[in-house]
């Protein structure tokens, strides 16, 4: 079991029913907790172009210089943040209605950022429904981290079987290709024959954005710093994404496909915070609460730091392994944990539940 996770033999033992959430989302409805906060996500939506446009033209005043590497960092910085709305949007969280938050999170994410909304929501939506479970998560199905001990017995190459079993090393470093691996799903979405709706539309921002930050790169900087740049702003976007998302289910239990849990211990036992402050609250887009989102996805990200102690305080009473850490902590957990799958050691987070029905 992970460190962090709070919990006692007799907790373990605990059988939980759909009882369990209904009860606690009664309690966190009327705390008022899931009301929307209009005028937060206006701000921030007003000031989404604002600062993107501003960042643009102090792109184009500073002009061919090798300082705009750190325009490059600032780049990569601002469209994280501006994908965390997105985010926020897909979960319904700034809008009662269903089409405002898609057109929000088909703005935000296909023209400002470059990622496809509807590859995204259909990768993600899987992702909740299941989270940690084998074959179904997709987030843990990648191709270049395995993150179960069949994965890494799969027939490789030696080179790419050498990668593998130091892994827990190239964790952080392969993130430097998450921000250009985010942009190619997107593509590869869009223009695949699977059903997509609004194709048309994620079509046309995609190549605006894309084609259209290339584009004003290349005519501001000469041909070496431009493809420099790039590589920065792509390698870091990546890196911050990568760190935001890697803490919150990576290195929790796993559970087989046909696993039957129920819906607070899926959501809660797979899950991981990050404790911090305000400030980290504001990096990480308030997925540091990762619990609290996946009970409560359509909650405002502004109340996910009042709601977390009710929801521990409720899991702890009722027997539900809580997990906190600290940042540094967490990630410390997730490469620990890949590079013991990697090595080859068996079940190295098996999930208790499972362990226990097993020996029944």
Known sequence: MSPGIVSTKKRQTTVHTGSDFTELAAIVRGSGLM??????????????????????????W????????????????????IAMLGH????????????????VSLIIGDL?????????????????????????DPDIDLPVISFTPEQARAPRSPFAQWLVAHQGIFFFPILLLEGLSLHASGVRRVTSPEKLERRWVEM????????????LVFLVLSPGIAFVFLAVQLGLFGVYMGMVFAPNHKGMPLVPKDAKLDFLTRQVLMSRNVRGTRALDVAMGGLNYQIEHHLFPSMPRPH???????????????????????????YGIVIRYINRVGLGERDPFACPLVEQRQAL
């Open 35 to 60: 009301r929307r906060r209009y005028g937060y996500y206006w701000t921030k939506l007003i000031a989404v172009p604002v600062v993107l446009a501003t960042a643009v033209l102090a792109f184009i």
């Open 62 to 81: 500073i002009g061919d210089t090798w300082w705009q590497l750190f325009t490059a960092v600032g780049f990569a910085i601002l469209f994280t943040q």
């Open 204 to 215: 046309a921002f995609l190549t605006l954005r894309l084609a259209g930050f290339v584009t």
């Open 88 to 103: 926020d949007a897909a979960h319904r969280q700034i809008f009662v209605s269903g089409r405002w938050n898609d057109w």
């Open 112 to 136: 400002f950022v470059g990622m496809s909304y509807g590859w995204w929501q259909h990768k993600h939506t899987r992702h909740h429904a299941n989270p940690n479970k084998i074959d179904v």
């Open 304 to 330: 996910l730091r009042r709601v977390a102690p009710m929801v521990q305080d409720y899991c702890i009473s009722h027997g539900v392994p809580y997990t906190v850490t600290g940042l540094l902590e967490s």
